[in-house]
Structure formats: structure tokens, C-alpha cells
T-cell receptor
Framework: GNSVTQMEGPVTLSEEAFLTINCTYT??????LFWYVQYPGEGLQLLLK?????DKGSNKGFEATYRKETTSFHLEKGSVQVSDSAVYFC??????????FGAGTRLTVKP | SQTIHQWPATLVQPVGSPLSLECTVE??????LYWYRQAAGRGLQLLFY??????ISSEVPQNLSASRPQDRQFILSSKKLLLSDSGFYLC?????????FGQGTRLTVV
């Protein structure tokens, strides 16, 4: 079945470091892809999305490009801040309209 | 604008007791509705999703069931809770693409 695999955490970075969180997917057809973020003590919020191949989603300095050839949607940010500390989830929505999430990656940014 | 309500926020229930968690969506029609569980330190597990009234897809056979008695109402139930049912339960809705989440219910089975 359709699924999402994202890199194991936790990830600890210093402020202003470059961030990459890998995400790959398995799906039939053409799923939509998402990154969600969960800040401490809060619910999930949509961070960015891409609905077709080669689309780039971006928000708050984060970017991810929908790569169909490598079935990937890696999350990147050029310079992380302490306020970016959170759990990040990669997700896909397939033709059945179910939404499946990866296991989540906890990011801690130290000053 | 659309809003999603999920209650209660926290719940402590004894083993063997029943469960009913309710989720309602306002401001949209015929949404897709989802129940997820987030166990401590783990990811989001899709439990059920529904594309319409009375239409429920179950992802993981377990001690839970879901119902959608009205277009914008989604209920998660159990007849007898197990210790392993403890976790953080999240309801979500979507229409075209992304999903929007409720604030979640933290369930502790004791």
C-alpha cells in the first residue's frame, strides 16, 4: 500500500545551520505531498505542499520539491532558528483521499 | 471559514470502559474526515477515514470503530478500552488537498 518513509530523528542543529529532512514515498498514481509541523504542545499545522511532479512548496524559509523520478519530497531550510524546533511530518494524499504520514522527525535547534 | 472541533481535550478511562470521541467540522460540506493516533514518541497512524456519510474505511484492525452519522460529524468509539489504546487522538478534515487538524484528545487508559 501507499506509505511515507522519513529520516529517523532526532536531529540537533546549531542556529543558522542548514537543514535537510529526507522523505520518500511509495504510491500508485500521482499523490499530493505535504510537510506538516507540530510545535511543542500544539496540534499539526500545514507547512507546505506540492500537488504534482516538479512542484516546489515553500513557506517560512522551508522548501521541498516533488521529485517523481526519485519518489522523494525532502524538506530543506538554509538557516534554521531556535523557533524552528518542532516535530516535522511528511505526508501523502492518494486517489482514495486517505492521508498517510511518516513517523515524524524531531528537530532541536540550539542557540 | 472552516473550523474543526474535537473533544474532550483530555480523558482518563479505566481498562474495559467504553470510549466515545467526537469531532465536528463547520463551514464546509462533504469533507473527508480522518482519525489518527499518535503514540508517545511515534508518528501518526491513520485509523479511519471517511469520504461520506456512513462510509468508513478502516486502516488497522483493532479495538476501535468509527462512525459518521452526519456529514460533518465523525465519532471514534470503543466498547472496551485496553491499556494499549492510550495515546493522542487527532481528528482531521480535508476537501481538495491538505488536511486540517483538531487540537487532539489525550487518552490515558488506567
Amino acid at each position: 500500500g501507499n506509505s511515507v518513509t522519513q529520516m529517523e530523528g532526532p536531529v540537533t542543529l546549531s542556529e543558522e545551520a542548514f537543514l535537510t529532512i529526507n522523505c520518500t514515498y511509495t504510491a500508485t498514481g500521482y499523490p499530493s505531498l505535504f510537510w506538516y509541523v507540530q510545535y511543542p504542545g500544539e496540534g499539526l499545522q500545514l507547512l507546505l505542499k506540492a500537488t504534482k511532479a516538479d512542484d516546489k512548496g515553500s513557506n517560512k524559509g522551508f522548501e521541498a520539491t516533488y521529485r517523481k523520478e526519485t519518489t522523494s519530497f525532502h524538506l530543506e531550510k538554509g538557516s534554521v532558528q531556535v523557533s524552528d524546533s518542532a516535530v516535522y511530518f511528511c505526508a501523502l494524499r492518494d486517489q482514495s483521499r486517505s492521508m498517510r504520514f511518516g513517523a515524524g522527525t524531531r528537530l532541536t535547534v540550539k542557540p | 471559514s472552516q473550523t474543526i472541533h474535537q473533544w474532550p481535550a483530555t480523558l482518563v478511562q479505566p481498562v474495559g470502559s467504553p470510549l466515545s470521541l467526537e469531532c465536528t467540522v463547520e463551514g464546509t460540506s462533504n469533507p473527508n474526515l480522518y482519525w489518527y493516533r499518535q503514540a508517545a514518541g511515534r508518528g501518526l497512524q491513520l485509523l479511519f477515514y471517511s469520504v461520506g456519510i456512513g462510509q468508513i474505511s478502516s486502516e488497522v484492525p483493532q479495538n476501535l470503530s468509527a462512525s459518521r452519522p452526519q456529514d460533518r460529524q465523525f465519532i471514534l468509539s470503543s466498547k472496551k478500552l485496553l491499556l494499549s489504546d492510550s495515546g493522542f487522538y487527532l481528528c482531521a478534515w480535508s476537501y481538495i488537498t491538505e488536511a486540517f487538524f483538531g487540537q487532539g484528545t489525550r487518552l490515558t487508559v488506567v
